[in-house]
């Protein structure tokens, strides 16, 4: 679990969930938030094998849009990217930007925070 940072919480409470009474709030909330604040695309890598992505620790990817919001929750959120001359969903924690604007960084900061404290759960 990583140490709580007062700049990230803060985003978090005052700009994303701030006037979310549910579930289902800070998941649009989340999703609204990281729709405007990541500019596609960017390049990312890979930080985690998960079970339901191909990708591997390491490999490099461009992130190309959120993918379906009725497809993302509050614990996690799903980005397109370019796979095989095709398009695929995968986890937004499982990635890390590389080289991406200040914007996308925070906004992918946060969400890494959120996940990691177990806040979406």
């Not at 709580?4 to 999703?31: H, L």
Request: hydrophobic share 40%; with cysteine.
């Amino acid at each position: 679990m990583t140490k709580k940072q007062a700049a990230i919480e803060a985003r978090i409470t005052m700009e994303i969930i701030v006037d979310c009474y549910d579930d289902d709030e800070q998941t649009t909330g989340w999703y609204c938030y990281l729709e405007q604040a990541l500019h596609f695309p960017f390049k990312a890598q890979a930080i985690e094998k998960r079970r339901h992505s191909p990708l591997t620790v390491g490999q490099v990817i461009e992130v190309i849009g959120m993918g379906n919001q009725d497809d993302c929750h509050l614990n996690e959120m799903w980005v397109d990217i370019c796979w095989q001359s095709d398009t695929l969903n995968v986890p937004l924690a499982q990635l890390k930007p590389i080289k991406a604007d200040k914007s996308t960084t925070e906004a992918m900061d946060a969400w890494h925070y959120w996940v990691e404290q177990g806040l979406g759960n």
